[in-house]
């Protein structure tokens, strides 16, 4: 597609409750990454995929949080049992470099899942 | 680990004023250094960039310095427009690592 594609743009749901949210990226990019933001803050990264490999994981906050990228294109991020301090801004973006790899590009941003948990 | 500190909005000037949004950066090795932009509504957008220690990023009539004597890369514009409106994030890459590491980011109101 032309730019990077989140979806839902906006999701409510109880706590409790599981959610998938899904970025569709640039058509070719190898790399995915997941931030999340809260309020008045800039996005904290959660992990990223080189093709359908996850590289690092480290942002994650809990085990309630995963994601995947089965065929090196579309990723879904899952949240189990969602809790109120859940909600947040979610973000996606791919490059068309490897993350980690020789060489600066640019990552380009979908416009984000707002997840509220109530 | 390495972070990034930038200056606090929210920041609101005149139109044609001169902007200067502070941005330092603690890192190990030489980061790459970045400005992204979020719109009203939109995504966040790559606003400009420097690789390394001297460079100038500059888009859109912005520009910032990648300052490695200071560790700073600070957004500066002569003539802000009310189109200019924005949040604006100051990020760094550093060498060993694959993400974007943000500041807090700092919201810029341009009044006609």
């Known amino acids: 597609g032309a730019g990077v594609s989140q979806s839902p743009r906006y999701k409510v749901t109880k706590r409790g409750q599981d959610v998938a949210l899904r970025c569709d990226p640039i058509?070719?990019?190898?790399?995915l990454y997941w931030y999340r933001q809260a309020l008045g803050q800039g996005p904290e990264f959660l992990t990223y995929?080189?093709?359908?490999?996850?590289?690092?994981k480290s942002g994650l906050p809990n085990d309630r949080f995963s994601a995947e990228r089965p065929e090196g294109s579309i990723s879904t991020l899952t949240i189990q049992r969602t809790e109120q301090r859940d909600s947040a801004m979610y973000r996606c973006?791919?490059?068309?470099?490897?993350?980690?790899?020789?060489?600066?590009?640019?990552?380009?941003f979908g416009q984000g899942t707002r997840l509220t948990v109530v | 680990g390495d972070s990034v500190t930038q200056m606090e909005g929210p920041v609101t000037l005149s139109e044609e004023a001169c902007l200067t949004i502070n941005c330092t950066y603690t890192a190990t090795g030489y980061p790459s250094l970045f400005w992204y932009v979020q719109y009203p509504g939109e995504g966040l957008q790559l606003l400009l960039k420097?690789?390394?220690?001297?460079d100038k990023g500059s888009n859109k009539g912005f520009e910032a310095t990648y300052r490695k004597e200071t560790t700073s890369f600070h957004l500066e514009k002569g003539s802000v427009q009310v189109s200019d409106s924005a949040v604006y994030f100051c990020a760094l890459l550093g060498g060993s690592q694959g993400n974007l590491i943000f500041g807090k980011g700092t919201k810029l109101s341009v009044k006609p």
């Open positions: 058509s070719g990019h190898v790399s």
């Open positions: 995929f080189n093709y359908e490999a996850q590289q690092d």
């Open positions: 973006a791919s490059s068309s470099r490897l993350a980690g790899g020789e060489g600066v590009t640019e990552a380009f």
């Open positions: 420097a690789t390394k220690a001297d």
